[in-house]
């Protein structure tokens, strides 16, 4: 399994990923997987050997920014409202503008296509992130390249 960050891939439509990404991964799976915690938004998707098969992306601002494909098994308890934000005791809150939180089925999807969690508990068959040794890289790009605006 490879693993690649880069903010320039936490886009608001997933499916417009560029295609040279996404040609990169012939022959596998890619997942693209993005949260931002300060506004609650979550984005991920899935293509299986080039195509696309499912891409999600909502925040409590803008609602569903993209939802492409049919829902993962990791995301029909959130759908069927099984799921829903829970406000602390004794706040008088608008209700939460969507039937869940984001960033919990952002972390169930993070445990479900790549087998670890970043904020959530641990469960035995995740992954040891901290066991994993990773190699940095930093790369300089004079001009900007076709697709990443």
Known sequence: MDFIGDQRVMID????LPEHLVTASAG?????????????????????????????????????????????PFELPYWAGDRPVVPWPDEEEE????????L?????ALRALCGFVREGRPEPDDLD?????LHGYRVRVREPREGWG
Do not use: K, N, Q
């Open 13 to 16: 439509r997933p499916s417009e």
């Open 28 to 72: 596998r799976r890619l997942v693209l997987h993005a949260m931002h915690s300060v506004v609650d938004w979550l984005a991920f998707a899935v293509w299986e050997d080039g195509r696309l098969v499912r891409s999600l992306s909502l925040s409590p601002d803008s609602g569903v920014i993209e939802d492409v494909g049919e829902p993962l």
């Open 95 to 102: 209700p939460y503008p969507l039937p869940f939180h984001p």
């Open 104 to 108: 919990d089925l952002g972390e169930d």
């Open 129 to 133: 992130t901290d066991g994993i040794r």
